[in-house]
């Protein structure tokens, strides 16, 4: 027979259960703390050190579209994505957007401001529902003093970066925007499963966003984008913008060199 209720005691509630998410002031969700050896760039800490370090990080699920942080924003964390996927975007004071990349499960931003204590450099809003680990700077900065194997991975995608931005760079100087289109979409594609000489853009981008990433406007990258699927180039389907003529793309890259 069940005891009756003592009367006079209130009940004594157990501790929260850490897989509940409760919602923060700024309309994320919170997520639970993961182990931080889950982060690619951490796959080389001991189980002691990610446990240490990951006490200082916190775990948030953002919504489609959402932003994350704004440009010259003075907070200096550093933010992984676990799930889901953002875009980089500087706005300029003239009302113009610069795409510079969109960035995975698995890649991290915000370390040059961990690095220098700078405000940020530009924009990062979500593309689809996300969950990111939010570390502080202090922290960060620590592991790369304890852990030379993150600090290698550090430096090696910072060299990658200044040469892919010093490319672009010498794309925006130099060549016609059509030119450059040409190279976004090269560097955008993927082999295609179905024909091995193609290549394909797959999420299709929309044509704001090629011309917000090349620097032009979108009724440019419309008549180059009809231009090259009339001399059969490319074609446009459902699922990606599919280059037929690899090697026709790259052509014309080299021509736009010549001629610079």
């Given at each position: 027979?069940?005891?009756?209720?003592?009367?006079?005691?209130?009940?004594?509630?157990?501790?929260?259960?850490?897989?509940?998410?409760?919602?923060?002031?700024?309309?994320?969700?919170?997520?639970?703390?993961q182990?931080?050896t889950e982060?690619?760039?951490?796959?080389?800490?001991?189980?002691?050190?990610?446990?240490?370090?990951?006490?200082?990080?916190?775990?948030?699920?953002?919504?489609?579209?959402?932003?994350v942080?704004d440009?010259?924003?003075?907070?200096?964390?550093?933010?992984?994505?676990?799930?889901?996927?953002?875009?980089?975007?500087?706005?300029?004071?003239?009302?113009?957007?610069?795409?510079?990349?969109?960035?995975?499960?698995g890649?991290?931003?915000?370390?040059?401001?961990?690095i220098?204590?700078?405000?940020?450099?530009?924009?990062?809003?979500?593309?689809?529902?996300?969950?990111?680990?939010?570390?502080?700077?202090?922290?960060?900065?620590?592991?790369?003093?304890?852990?030379?194997?993150?600090?290698?991975?550090?430096?090696?995608?910072?060299?990658?970066?200044?040469?892919?931005?010093?490319?672009?760079?010498?794309?925006?100087?130099?060549?016609?925007?059509?030119?450059?289109?040409?190279?976004?979409?090269?560097?955008?594609?993927?082999?295609?499963?179905?024909?091995?000489?193609?290549?394909?853009?797959?999420?299709?981008?929309?044509?704001?966003?090629?011309?917000?990433?090349?620097?032009?406007?979108?009724?440019?990258?419309?008549?180059e984008?009809?231009?090259?699927?009339?001399?059969?180039?490319?074609?446009?389907?459902?699922g990606?913008?599919?280059?037929?003529?690899?090697?026709?793309?790259?052509?014309?890259?080299?021509?736009?060199?010549?001629?610079?």
């Amino acid at each position: 027979m069940a005891r009756p209720p003592v009367c006079g005691k209130m009940a004594v509630k157990g501790p929260p259960d850490p897989a509940h998410q409760t919602r923060s002031a700024s309309g994320t969700r919170q997520a639970p703390m993961q182990d931080l050896t889950e982060i690619p760039l951490f796959k080389s800490m001991t189980k002691e050190q990610a446990a240490r370090y990951g006490r200082s990080c916190s775990w948030r699920d953002y919504g489609e579209h959402e932003l994350v942080i704004d440009i010259e924003d003075e907070s200096t964390d550093v933010r992984f994505i676990v799930t889901g996927s953002v875009r980089i975007i500087i706005r300029m004071a003239v009302g113009k957007e610069v795409i510079l990349s969109e960035m995975n499960e698995g890649s991290y931003f915000g370390e040059i401001s961990a690095i220098d204590n700078s405000p940020r450099s530009a924009n990062v809003t979500t593309l689809t529902r996300s969950r990111i680990c939010t570390m502080p700077a202090s922290t960060f900065r620590a592991i790369l003093r304890e852990v030379p194997e993150v600090a290698m991975e550090i430096l090696t995608l910072m060299a990658n970066r200044i040469r892919s931005l010093n490319m672009r760079l010498a794309e925006h100087s130099f060549l016609q925007a059509k030119h450059r289109l040409y190279s976004e979409l090269l560097r955008l594609s993927k082999p295609r499963a179905a024909n091995a000489t193609h290549r394909i853009v797959s999420p299709p981008p929309t044509q704001r966003e090629l011309a917000e990433r090349i620097g032009t406007r979108r009724e440019v990258v419309s008549r180059e984008l009809n231009s090259l699927e009339r001399q059969g180039h490319i074609q446009k389907a459902r699922g990606g913008i599919i280059i037929l003529n690899v090697g026709e793309l790259q052509h014309r890259i080299s021509e736009g060199w010549e001629g610079a």
